[in-house]
């Protein structure tokens, strides 16, 4: 009996942790939305990355 009772309250214990740390990505996944508008959520295109015209390749050295 009193192992059953450690075991559950270790995934008790899992559970909250568990819990916790889905509550705390939805929070930061929220967050990102805010600051990133529609490109967090897979909408629109990414910024296009700029480039230096005149940059070197440097795979050529």
């Known amino acids: 009996m009193v192992k059953r009772d450690k075991e559950s309250e270790k995934l008790a214990e899992l559970r909250e942790s568990i819990k916790a740390g ?7 996944v929220a967050r990102s939305r ?10 629109g295109e990414p ?7 005149n ?7």
Do not use: M, V, W, Y
Not at 22 to 28: E, N, T, V
């Open 22 to 28: 889905l509550a705390k990505s939805r929070r930061l």
């Open 34 to 43: 805010e600051l990133f508008g529609a490109a967090a959520q897979g909408e």
């Open 47 to 53: 910024p296009a990355i700029k480039t230096e015209p």
């Open 55 to 61: 940059a070197p390749n440097r795979s050529r050295r």
